[in-house]
């Protein structure tokens, strides 16, 4: 934990990674990865009677970004699920805590926090996904509200979240600034999940469907047109935050590799006195660093109220990167074991996967940092 005494964080921030390390041991306990659904409610539930959420929502000052991260990657150490019961609450709130009107915000966000909702933010179509302005999921204005009508796929809590935050094609304008944002109940009529999704590192995850799905004006979010400059801004808070999950992942599998490596015997001595694995360790142990460095920069930008646009872009491409490396290797070093079934470092391999393709792939962050380069 040597990272924390870095000068990105202030004594709060050691407090709560501290904090979070002691419960963790104490009350995560063992996460059953068999039933998603019921080990997502479950985990939400605790995170909220822990008071883990409360960083998850803004209560008036904002998003620590730091706090964020550091939890993230926290969660994400001791259990794949754990960090992504959190970061949901997270990112399918997001939209409410950045333009939620004060009706919006007090329905929704103090039971996000308390963990007695799921939240779910639904931006991807079948047919687009890394082109976000290609969506045609339409809101069409009728009468004092809207109809929604259209599909939204790769939806995590998709299936057992309590609102989804839906961004559909509301017609202001061609392209991105034709789009708006709005609120959906789950029980909504006309709306139901068309299918759940089976990935390779199960999480609750669903393809949603609008049939002629009426809801208020009141349910929209910020201002008509401006659903799409609302999705990136949200993506923004919690990009760097994948990024610290992906850290916590590869944190993991480095320290499991080291174990390893100390106590396999081999060739009459152990794997670790081999000039190769440590050329490995020393390796995984770069790309862990430079991520943790990326990381904490950009959350302590944000936190700073700069923009961070390439920062964050540079932070996901070089840990969520640098993790499936390390992960990778983590995997060589146990030999057979490393794709045992049950053992650690064979579900990091599944969890760490999706990382490098969702809220934005890898490719998509090159983009973003070469066009703020050239800028
Ligand atoms: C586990 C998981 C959870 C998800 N959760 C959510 C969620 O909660 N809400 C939500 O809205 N979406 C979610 N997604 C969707 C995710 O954001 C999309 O999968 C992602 O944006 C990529 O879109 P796509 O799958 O349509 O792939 P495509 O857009 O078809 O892209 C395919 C590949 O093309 C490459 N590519 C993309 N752009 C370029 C480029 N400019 N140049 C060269 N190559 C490029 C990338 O390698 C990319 O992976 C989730 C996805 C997964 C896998």
Known sequence: MDFLNWPFFEDHHRKLAAGLESWCVAQLGHVDHDDVDASCKKLVRQLGEGGWLNYTVDQGRGIDTRAICLLRETLARHDGLADFAFAMQGLGSGAISLVGAPEQRARYLPKVAAGEWLAAFALSEPEAGSDVAAMRCAATAEGDGYVLNGEKTWISNGGIADFYVVFARSGEAPGSRGISAFVVDADTPGFEIAERIDVVAAHPLARLRFSNCRISAAQRLG????????????????????????????????????????????????????????????????????????????????????????????????????????????????????????????????EVRALRIYEGASEVQQLIIGRELLK
């Open 223 to 350: 201002n008509a047109g401006e659903g799409f400059k609302l999705a990136m801004r949200t993506l923004d808070i919690f990009r760097t935050s994948v990024a610290a999950a992906a850290l916590g992942f590869a944190r993991r599998a480095q320290a499991e590799a080291l174990a390893h490596a100390k106590s396999r015997a081999m060739f009459g001595a152990t794997l670790s006195s081999l000039p190769l694995a440590q050329a490995k360790l020393a390796e995984m142990a770069c790309d862990v660093d430079s991520a943790a460095l990326l990381v904490y920069r950009a959350a302590w930008a944000r936190d700073q109220g700069r923009t961070v646009t390439k920062e964050a872009a540079m932070a996901k491409l070089v840990a969520t990167e640098g993790a499936q490396r390390v992960v990778d290797a983590a995997v060589q070093m146990f030999g057979g074991r490393g794709v045992r079934r049950g053992e650690i470092v064979e579900s990091l391999y599944r």
